[in-house]
């Protein structure tokens, strides 16, 4: 498996102001992927973090509302840009092991509260 | 794309039953199916998985089964502890599709003791 970390945690956050999530794995992996997860619901995936090239979105997600850099096979960012109460849930990295299996693990997420 | 379904949403058993949960999927290419347990307030945890040229995988008291012409896979959970509780999550992913993983909507169940 992978050891995923998160940062921050948690986070409350006034309307139209931004926040940068962080997304740090302990060893390099090819797929990095982030998610949201609104209260009480399933995991929607926003996008994939390619390292050396822009994020590929997902339908209902742009690159202006949810920046995504990948500037190595380590580490990841999310922005969640012009935040609105909607944007209130709980962001998840996600990485694919490489290997034989490719399982896919989560970081801790990031709860985020928009006010 | 890929569609996933999950039944039942919700899920009450009692201590020492078993739990069904069942999924369907949509696109025929998809080749991986895992089942995730998450806990109030943490994050999804991997706990067993299949690949389409498996037909079921067991792991204690957890097994997996798979009908690829159906479309269809199920989590079985025998001997049901109050630790079971949680939210499970199926999954397909189609290889060609960029390593995408699709979720279902998600089961709840409840263990009472």
């Known amino acids: 498996s992978a050891v995923i970390s998160q940062k921050p945690s948690r986070d409350i956050c006034q309307r139209g102001t931004s926040l940068t999530i962080q997304c740090q794995v302990d060893?390099?992996?090819?797929?990095m992927f982030w998610y949201r997860q609104q209260p009480g619901q399933s995991l929607t995936l926003i996008a994939t973090?390619?390292?050396?090239?822009?994020?590929?979105?997902e339908s209902g997600f742009v690159i202006d509302k949810f920046p995504i850099s990948r500037p190595n096979l380590t580490f990841s960012t999310l922005t969640v840009s012009n935040m609105s109460p909607e944007d209130s849930s709980i962001y998840l990295c996600?990485?694919?092991?490489?290997?034989?299996?490719?399982?896919?693990?989560f970081g801790p997420g990031t709860r985020l509260t928009v006010t | 794309g890929e569609n996933v379904e999950q039944h039942p949403s919700t899920l009450s058993v009692q201590e020492g039953d078993s739990a069904v949960i069942k999924c369907t999927y949509s696109d025929s290419a998809s080749n991986y199916f895992p089942w995730y347990k998450q806990e109030l307030g943490k994050r999804p945890q991997l706990i067993i998985d299949i690949r389409s040229n498996v037909g079921e995988k067991k792991d204690q008291r957890i097994a997996v089964t798979l009908n690829k012409t159906a479309k269809h896979f199920s989590l079985h959970i025998t001997e049901t502890q109050p630790e079971d509780s949680a939210v499970y999550f199926c999954?397909?992913?189609?290889?060609?599709?960029?390593?995408?993983?699709?979720f279902g909507g998600g089961t709840r169940v409840l263990v009472k003791p």
């Open positions: 973090a390619n390292q050396g090239s822009e994020a590929t979105y």
């Open positions: 996600s990485v694919e092991v490489t290997g034989g299996i490719n399982e896919q693990y």
């Open positions: 999954a397909a992913k189609v290889r060609a599709a960029g390593n995408k993983l699709t």
């Open positions: 060893s390099q992996v090819t797929m």
